[in-house]
């Protein structure tokens, strides 16, 4: 008789075992910050200028298009100037701001192409 309530079971779609034990899934990890501040709230500008100019110079979304190491120096002066000696997470958007009123001044096709690869290159190394 057991074997025909088990028969009887299986046919229901019933089981008597017990389900396997699964691991929970492994929890993803946070994405690194690989921007130059590398998750520090404020660097000094001596070492963000020494960051910007020995990081990459392909510019995001140009078809391959660099700025040149005398280019990146100059935008960590720029960034020295205004934003004084050290470059803080909050100063992003004003940054920004900055350079996106810097395009809207530009009068020439060639003054926008430039303020425009510097912020593509800028969100890339910066973050948003």
């Given at each position: 008789?057991?074997?025909?309530?088990?028969?009887?079971?299986?046919?229901?779609?019933?089981?008597?075992?017990?389900?396997?034990?699964?691991?929970?899934?492994?929890k993803?990890?946070?994405?690194?910050?690989?921007?130059?501040?590398?998750?520090?709230?404020?660097?000094?500008?001596?070492?963000?200028?020494?960051k910007?100019?020995?990081?990459?110079?392909?510019?995001?979304?140009?078809?391959?298009?660099?700025?040149?190491?005398?280019?990146?120096?100059?935008?960590?002066?720029?960034?020295?100037?205004?934003?004084?000696?050290?470059?803080?997470?909050?100063?992003?958007?004003l940054i920004?701001?900055?350079?996106?009123?810097?395009?809207?001044?530009?009068?020439?096709?060639?003054?926008?192409?430039?303020?425009?690869?510097?912020?593509?290159?800028?969100?890339?190394?910066?973050?948003?």
């Amino acid at each position: 008789m057991a074997i025909e309530e088990r028969k009887q079971e299986l046919n229901r779609g019933g089981t008597t075992q017990r389900p396997e034990k699964t691991s929970p899934p492994p929890k993803a990890e946070p994405p690194k910050d690989t921007s130059i501040l590398g998750g520090k709230t404020a660097i000094p500008m001596s070492e963000a200028a020494w960051k910007i100019r020995k990081s990459s110079p392909y510019i995001p979304g140009s078809g391959g298009a660099m700025l040149s190491e005398q280019e990146r120096m100059e935008i960590a002066n720029e960034l020295s100037k205004k934003y004084g000696g050290y470059l803080e997470k909050g100063e992003k958007p004003l940054i920004y701001k900055d350079l996106y009123k810097q395009l809207g001044q530009a009068k020439t096709g060639a003054e926008k192409l430039k303020v425009d690869r510097k912020i593509r290159w800028l969100k890339d190394k910066l973050g948003q």
